[in-house]
């Protein structure tokens, strides 16, 4: 099954203290998404992938802010199910090729996303999704080149969400509103589940 095709949205989720990871990632799973994205923006994102890699098997955990082939190599070693990437340049892509698990390559304009269709990857992400030209752009890409399908990330909160979803080349949404920092901060996992269960509604 396809990485966009099992929760209608992907957490992205900044970790900060990796005895979160865990407590978190179940939150998640109890609402009703286990596709999981952490970024690797922090010192513990590594030992947080594995934490919940371990101790979560409902999760389907993966690596986000893929940015070069040590980040492939260290994310997959730690147990990452799939990739994430905010772009993609030609080295990155080879790296990801190698990797052997599932990736989303960044993608924001037309031409990128050619250059990735030509390499016959025909599912990524679209970052940073507002910014870039929102819902209308990712509804003209739908004309030209309509066996991409996309997971739209950046900027994107649960009153947005259903206008991405409801076209037909977009499989999932991704995004931080999931996982608000106080929520974090205060071990408020039951928010965290609401949340979750919320997104996990709108398909
Ligand atoms: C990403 O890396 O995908 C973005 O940081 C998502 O963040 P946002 O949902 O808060 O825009």
Known sequence: MS???????????????PE??????RALVAGGLPVIEVTLRTACALDAVAR???????????AGTVRTPADVTASVAA?????????STPRLLDAMEEGGIPFLPGAATSSEVMALA??????MKFFPAEAAGGMPY????????????FCPTGGIRL????EYLALANVGCVGGT???PTDALAAGDYARIEKLAAEAAALR
């Open 3 to 17: 990485l966009l095709d099992i929760a209608p949205v992907i957490p992205v989720v900044v970790i900060d203290d």
């Open 20 to 25: 979160t990871a865990v407590p978190l990632a």
């Open 52 to 62: 919940i890699a371990a101790e979560v098997p409902e999760a389907v955990v993966g």
């Open 79 to 87: 147990g990452a199910r799939f990739l994430v990437s905010p772009g």
């Open 118 to 123: 030509e390499r016959g990857l025909t599912e």
């Open 138 to 149: 990712l509804k003209s890409l739908g004309g030209p080149l309509p066996e991409v399908r």
């Open 159 to 162: 009153q947005t969400a259903p």
């Open 177 to 179: 509103w999931l996982t």
